[in-house]
């Protein structure tokens, strides 16, 4: 759970650093669902970014 002092995003990335999904948040961040029917089996690297920088970072695997 994460307290954004200012506006921020949720990121999504593939493998190769393009962006996939970019959703807004703000306030107290808690959990996010991400909608991954369009998105194949991999590894993906997600971040929660602020205007003060990257307040979070991590990776995700998914398996269909």
């Given amino acids: 759970e994460y307290n954004l002092q200012s506006e921020g995003s ?3 990335y593939d493998v190769l650093g393009q ?3 970019r959703e807004p948040l703000q306030g107290e961040v808690g ?3 991400i909608y991954t029917v369009n998105l ?3 590894i993906y690297f997600w971040e929660i ?3 003060n920088g990257i307040a979070a970072k991590g990776k995700i695997g998914i398996m269909k």
């Fill in 31 to 33: 959990i996010q669902n």
């Fill in 10 to 12: 949720f990121n999504l």
């Fill in 19 to 21: 962006e996939l999904l």
């Fill in 40 to 42: 194949s089996s991999g």
């Fill in 49 to 51: 970014a602020t205007g």
